[in-house]
Nanobody, 119 residues
């Protein structure tokens, strides 16, 4: 089993920055793809970014490309999401997720951290 705990959310003004962290415990996730998703009120959860076991392969939603950066520190079993140039439409609960290497389904999820961007 893998437990994921997000931190770093909060309230920030339009154009500001936040850095989210996701610490994994229980089992190492160094070989697992890791991802960030978000869910705004009244909307379905959506993909934000993902990173493979190394830093060489990342993927982003079009809405955050160029503003958000996903990274990971396998020695610390931690994944990060640096969010710059935040917009009010980025307001959501952000979730960290992990899946087994080669699998389609994201099976491990954190409890989420709230990000609110004020205009």
């Amino acid at each position: 089993q893998v437990q994921l705990v997000e931190s770093g959310g909060g309230l920030v003004q339009d154009g500001g920055s936040l850095r989210l962290s996701c610490a994994a415990s229980g089992r190492t996730v160094s070989a697992n793809p890791m991802g960030w998703f978000r869910q705004a009120p009244g909307r379905e959860r959506e993909f934000v970014a993902a990173i493979l076991y190394n830093q060489l392969h990342t993927r982003y939603a079009d809405s955050v490309k160029g503003r958000f950066t996903i990274s990971r520190d396998n020695a610390r079993n931690t994944v990060y999401l640096q969010m710059n140039s935040l917009k009010p439409e980025d307001t959501a609960v952000y979730y960290c997720a992990s899946k087994l290497r080669g699998a389609e389904e994201w099976i491990y999820w954190g409890q989420g951290t709230q990000v609110t961007v004020s205009s």
